[in-house]
């Protein structure tokens, strides 16, 4: 039997030194990162004769530090959700173990103080084992957390050479079972750090609380050589362990971070922390921070860049930061591992709250009813403590992190219990949680996943289903709650944002939630002809993958905001206006007034504005709600709305002067009343068609044909869409089983008859599917309107018995692909469906047909704009079709049909056909967020019944 190796190992790391506060200080770092010598193999049994100096590694490749290596080419990356890519027989790992050999020499260099030198690795996934001329330094386990060794006896003068064996799975492989791509490597940088002999501050922690009754901040910062603390912008100076308090602190907030720098000094060593006061407090249930509720709009972020993985840079890192703040997002759960350290600093100054969450999952031993699992086997505790250990003592000095996370989905077990007791014992200041312990028994906030809004709002009413212990389903009861994963956003959606925020403001106990997940993990990649793609599981050949549920973030993987986004930045926005009896503003900020923004108004008539202006100042306390006073419009003819946006009255570090924090949009004026058309030229048949004035149709079956000069093919009854994500519903309540089990991806129409009379031509079919007996009955009936248009009336009247709720109801009309162009008053600039698109508002619109098309990794229903009043198709010249609604349709335009739509899998099976497909619909089903939760409320769904499309066709 071969013993256990290094990798297998459930000791943590024997030779690191203990873990401590990341601190910027005055004693010099020497960063290593940048190009190393790697060779890549697939075992981690190979000789370590590469360690020694003299070893020749010429022949080897380089690669980047930080990187991962299967980004580099070698071996390929793997997606998995819940299940390990290994099998499960703790702590045992694969033979196959795809392992790098990295090689780096470099200098000491000459002003380099003499005292100790330690050497930091801040993220070897999975584990490492280091070498330092040619001496074991020791070895490193959990991924996303730092390991220092003291290495002042090994170095040399002149060249060091420094040697790592990096292994792709260890016994922590365990405990890093996160639903995301696998990849390994030094991800994150390498350095060396000097430590002065005497009086070092190795470890600092500057604890900063803020007494909201009084003003008061209370500064106590340890470490463990005797220290002066200065704050030079208060004139502040004490001492290390001594309690100060100092009036008139202006605490820390997401929507104030106030920093202030603390500065520790020793004879030797000067350390600088930017601190906040705030403190963290449960008071009667409700989560508060400075003795204000909290009210968490956030996200779970993963580190992700489609290019770099989890090897991200300090811009990416902004990039997260200002996208977070300019939608509006107030906080961040580092899902599900703490991320570099650099990016807690951006939350810090630009004012996220966190919560952080350990580098643990067990999640894969879900499918094995929990036995085994390593968050309740013994065996791991010394490795699950230590993980807590080390994120608590490396991100303690950040005033944004206000809760600790024990970690994600590795169920219920000692060992979170063990981590919960270090944490309390070590950190009295952040409240802890942890999700998937429905008993909560370790932790200080109650939390859940994909709750339905029903959960949320029994929750909210202390009505939850009961515990069966009562003492603790009593001690739950009393908890604030936070929704820490909602609104899968995976593709087209999620639905329901609005509809979640509603209760998250109306019950004191759900302070909020984080929408899943920030950024789709789509890797770029290339067809095999060198289009670019984002990949997703099953892309690199993986035998078990999980698809694109990798793919189910606010952003498209390049970082584009997708719709969910704007709609989440809608859905949450901190100030609401409303116009009931009169214009009112509510702030719903925390703890600022609205004087940051300026208030502007538009008038548009039939989409065109007629009048602009701005607000008179508009003051309300945070909760308040004001009166404003109406500008007086100028009198409109056409449909008119008044928008009122509320804008950055002056830049902010997050977004220049101008830009949108919220806006409202209302209907004005006299509603319009279209005068009903007086039909005009009566059907002439002929020659196999029949003809009412600019339109031709098929005598045979009704079918329209040409319209003036332009060749049209429809239009036809359509039901079906390109499935979504939430129509499949991977894990939620989907709808495509019982959509295909009523065969409505496979419905064929009869025509029952084509009669042309002075009235107009009437056109009767049947849709229904083989073997059903439910159907449709459509009728169609089209008269003519002068001399280049036709009036078309659709009803649908479902036949026999439904019990689905149909994907969609509209028509389809095929145009020549020569028809790129599109302009629409209805909702815009982007997509809406019943239950998403809250970030559109109802305008005059131009988009080119490609462009109207959302980009989601993977092809499914996308693209409608809703409530449109009236669109036109046209080439670049203007000749074209226009379409008006009596009542506002939905309409769709793509350069394919929706069944290509349907069945590609990439962006790259889709290929422009030819022509231009335009869809105009009564109706959608809602979006939901059945790909991981609850499908659409009832009020979104879309039931068969009697529907009617009234819409006017012109040639142009
Ligand atoms: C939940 C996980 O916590 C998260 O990591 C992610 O996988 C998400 O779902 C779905 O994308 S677990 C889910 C199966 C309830």
Redesign the pocket.
């Known amino acids: 039997m071969i013993p256990h190796a290094w990798f297998e190992s459930l000791t943590p790391s024997p030779a690191a030194l203990p873990a401590r506060a990341r601190l910027a200080s005055s004693a010099p770092e020497l960063p290593l990162d940048g190009d190393w010598r790697f060779r890549f193999a697939e075992r981690a049994d190979g000789p370590a004769d590469f360690a020694a100096p003299a070893f020749d590694d010429s022949g080897w490749d380089t690669l980047a530090v930080p990187a991962h290596w299967q980004l580099a080419g070698y071996g390929a990356p793997a997606y998995t959700?819940?299940d390990y890519p290994f099998p499960l027989d703790p702590p045992r790992v694969p033979t196959a173990n795809p392992t790098g050999d990295y090689r780096r020499s470099f200098a000491v260099p000459a002003h380099w103080p003499g005292g100790r030198t330690w050497l930091r690795f801040d993220g070897a996934d999975s584990a490492a084992r280091v070498w330092l001329n040619g001496a074991e330094v020791g070895t490193t386990t959990g991924s996303r957390l730092p390991t220092e060794f003291d290495v002042t006896g090994l170095l040399v003068p002149g060249t060091n050479v420094l040697a790592v064996r990096v292994v792709q799975w260890s016994s922590g492989s365990y405990l890093e079972d996160?639903?995301m791509w696998w990849l390994s490597g030094l991800f994150r940088g390498v350095s060396l750090v000097s430590r002065p002999s005497a009086d070092a501050l190795d470890d600092v922690w500057v604890r900063a609380e803020y007494d909201h009754r009084t003003g008061t901040g209370i500064l106590l910062v340890s470490a463990q050589s005797p220290a002066t603390v200065e704050i030079p912008e208060l004139g502040l100076d004490a001492q290390v362990g001594q309690v100060v308090h100092i009036p008139n602190i202006e605490p820390w907030s997401d929507e104030h971070p106030r920093l202030y720098d603390v500065v520790v000094s020793t004879g030797t060593e000067t350390v600088t922390v930017r601190t906040g006061f705030r403190t963290v407090a449960i008071e009667d249930g409700v989560l508060t921070v400075n003795g204000r509720r909290v009210l968490f709009r956030g996200v779970n972020r993963h580190e992700f860049h489609p290019d770099r993985g989890r090897a991200v840079t300090g811009d990416d890192m902004l990039a997260d930061v200002l996208l977070m703040k300019r939608h509006n997002v107030n906080a961040v759960r580092t899902?599900?591992y703490p991320p570099h350290p650099r990016f807690l600093e951006l939350c810090d100054e630009y004012g996220l709250w966190v919560v952080d969450e350990c580098d643990l999952e067990t999640h894969g031993f879900w499918h094995h009813d929990w036995s085994g699992n390593p968050a309740d086997d013994p065996r791991f505790e010394a490795l699950c403590v230590d993980r807590m250990r080390r994120m608590v003592e490396r991100d303690k000095n950040h005033p944004s992190v206000v809760l600790w996370s024990l970690g994600?989905?590795s169920g219920a077990g000692r060992n979170l219990a063990a981590m919960a007791a270090w944490a309390r014992a070590r950190d009295t200041g952040r409240p802890l949680l942890y999700e998937r312990d429905w008993t909560c028994r370790d932790v200080d906030v109650y939390s859940r996943?994909?709750l339905t809004h029903a959960e949320v709002d029994a929750i909210g009413r202390h009505a939850e289903e009961p515990l069966p212990d009562p003492v603790l389903d009593a001690r739950r009861r009393a908890m604030p709650f936070i929704h820490v994963?909602y609104a899968?956003a995976m593709g087209n959606g999620p639905g329901g944002l609005a509809e979640y925020q509603a209760l998250y403001e109306r019950y004191p106990r759900c302070q909020g939630g984080f929408v899943?997940?920030w950024i789709d993990h789509g890797l770029r990649t290339r067809t095999a002809d060198g289009r670019p793609f984002y990949a997703y599981g099953g892309d690199f050949g993986e035998e078990l993958h999980d698809g694109n549920?990798v793919a189910?973030g606010l952003l498209f993987p390049d970082r584009t905001p997708s719709p969910g986004l704007l709609d989440l930045k809608k859905a949450v926005e901190p100030v609401r206006i409303a116009l009931v009896d009169g214009l009112t503003i509510t702030n719903r900020y925390a703890d600022r007034g609205l004087d940051h923004l300026r208030f502007l108004w538009t008038l548009e008539d039939d989409g065109a504005e007629v009048a602009a202006g701005a607000l008179a100042a508009v003051a309300a306390a945070p909760g308040g709600t004001v009166d404003v006073e109406l500008p007086d419009l100028p009198k409109t003819a056409g449909e008119a709305f008044l928008t009122v946006r509320a804008v950055l009255a002056e830049d902010t570090p997050w977004a220049p002067a101008g830009h949108e924090v919220a806006w409202a949009q209302f209907p004005v004026g006299a509603p319009v009343v279209s005068p009903r058309p007086s039909p005009a030229a009566a059907p002439v048949v002929e020659d196999g068609s029949i003809r009412i004035g600019p339109a031709t149709f098929d005598a045979r079956d009704g079918r329209l044909v040409r319209l003036g000069a332009l060749a049209v093919d429809g239009p036809a009854l359509q039901v079906w869409r390109p499935l979504t994500d939430n129509d499949r519903g991977a894990?939620g309540e989907a709808l495509e089983p019982r959509w295909r089990a009523a065969g409505l991806h496979r419905l064929t129409a009869r025509v029952d008859e084509v009669c042309a009379g002075p009235a107009g031509l009437v056109v009767r079919t049947r849709v229904a599917a083989a073997a059903s007996v439910a159907g449709l009955h459509v009728r169609y009936t089209w008269s003519g309107i002068g001399d280049d248009s036709v009036r078309l009336v659709v009803d649908v009247t479902p036949d026999g018995p439904w019990d689905v709720p149909l994907p969609m109801l509209g028509l389809v009309l095929a145009l020549p692909g020569s028809l790129t162009e599109v302009e629409w008053f209805g909702r815009g600039p982007g997509e809406a469906y019943p239950d998403t698109g809250l970030a559109t508002r109802v305008g005059r619109f131009t988009a080119s047909v490609a462009r109207m098309q959302t980009p989601y990794v993977y092809p499914q229903e996308n693209g409608r704009r809703a409530e449109v009043r009236w669109a036109s198709v046209t080439e670049r010249s203007g000749a074209g079709l226009r379409v008006a609604g009596s009542a506002p349709f939905g309409l769709t335009v793509r350069p394919w049909p929706a069944a290509a739509l349907d069945a590609a899998t990439h962006p790259t099976d889709l290929a422009p056909d030819g022509r231009t497909w335009l869809t105009l619909d009564a109706g959608h089903n809602g979006i939901g967020s059945a790909s991981?939760g609850p499908g659409p409320l009832p009020r979104y769904l879309l039931p068969a019944a009697p529907a009617r499309l009234e819409l006017t066709l012109t040639a142009l």
């Open positions: 959700n819940v996160q639903d899902s599900h994600n989905e996943m994909y994963e899968h899943w997940e549920f189910d894990h991981c």
